[in-house]
């Protein structure tokens, strides 16, 4: 038989060596691909012991099972100390052996060095599983107050079982003006007429001056759709103590007519950039005249030292769900033993709002208020609360020990 094209057998032979050819490729695919992962699994395991070599994956001041911190707040107000603290643990289960030397503390701002520790001693002591250990108390050395605004740096450096460990820790003492508001109430009624003043309080450790060129009072609806405004132009230079307040603007407005959630915007424009404050004003048509639904709380230890600062709150309690208008008419807090050793009334009308099973602080001690037991005994607090229609006594034992 006469074929015109390739006969079977040429077909089939045809059809075998494409098949060769493509497993060729394949297997050439294969061996690149294997090739590829081998190279990149040897360059991750490179780089894994190269890193453990020269970059070690642990915590910062660690030595064998123990662990140096430096225990502090991020950022510090001015008028407050320093309160830091440098503490051990044993990281472990068991015990260990801890040996101290050539102990240095130090505070320093840029390259001025504010205060420095060292003990040179030896110090060994035995710390238990888990076990703690207070090195350096900054409050117990000095008290490190006043300081001017900005970034310290703390430096610890010791040597821990024969290792030297260094470690830094960046603290913030602040320096800025802030907007305060006095005599704003928790709620009005509508179309009430709102007074109040605004302050900038210096947040600093000295004098400072500021140029107040305006003072700007937004209301806000939920929404946030204003619908009040207004512009003062001042151009002012005011001047505060350190830690002081100065009265820079008074505001007198008409609340809005329908009850509701505002909010009151300022904005003070000064030298020194845009000050703002963003407060809540709360409208309301109807309140309550009775106590019913609240707890009257005080908060303070019945227990205190003889001749120790005692300090203590008063609060009142909404334990329901539903938002509360209160108007308090009388508030009195009375703690005697055998005379009056405290008293505080207030007779003017207290406006409160108590959200659902929140508390509002009617009363709380401040630094002002310097109460003491100087002789052991038991004092007695007398707390009273009274509404248009409604009355809270409250009393609380207070043991003074010697």
Known sequence: MKYFSRSPEDWKKSDEEKERKERERRNRIRRRANFIIAVNLAIVVFLFFFTKAFF????????????????????????????IRVKIYNRERRKGTLVLEDFLFS???????????????????ELGAFESALVFDLSR???????GGGDYLVTVSMRVNDQRVTMGKIVTVVEEWRVEVDNLKDFYFPYE?????????????????????????????????????KKTTLG?????????????????????????????????????????????????????????????VIEGPKFVSAGERYDFSVKLLNEEKKRKHLVLKNVLIV????????????????????????????????????????????????????????????????????
């Open 56 to 83: 070690p994956n642990r915590p910062e001041g660690v030595v064998g099972q123990f662990q140096i911190v430096i225990d502090s707040k991020e950022s510090y107000l001015p008028d407050e100390p320093l309160d």
């Open 107 to 125: 505070v320093k701002k840029d390259k001025n060095v504010v205060y420095e520790f060292h003990y040179p001693q030896r110090v060994v002591k």
């Open 141 to 147: 050395e000095v008290g490190l107050v006043d300081l």
């Open 193 to 229: 007429e709102i007074d109040f003043s605004v302050y900038l309080e210096n947040i600093s450790s000295r004098q400072r001056d500021i140029t107040v060129k305006s003072v700007t009072l937004k209301i806000l609806e939920e929404d946030e759709r204003t619908i009040v405004e």
């Open 236 to 296: 002012e230079i005011f001047r505060a103590a350190p830690m002081g307040t100065v009265e820079v603007h008074r505001e007198s407005l008409s609340t809005p007519e329908g009850p509701g959630n505002y909010l009151i915007v300022l904005e003070l424009e000064t030298e020194e950039g845009t000050l703002k404050r963003v407060l809540p004003l709360i409208v309301t048509e109807e309140y309550q005249k009775e106590l019913r639904g609240t707890i009257l």
């Open 335 to 402: 703690i005697t033993r055998k005379e009056p050793v405290f008293s505080y009334s207030r007779s003017d009308e207290f406006r409160i709002v108590l959200d659902s099973f929140s508390s509002r602080e009617i009363f709380k001690t401040t630094a002002y208020d310097l109460v003491k037991f100087y002789e052991p005994g038991t004092y007695r607090m007398v707390v009273v609360v009274e509404s248009e229609d409604d009355r809270f006594v409250k009393e609380m034992e207070i043991v003074a020990s010697e």
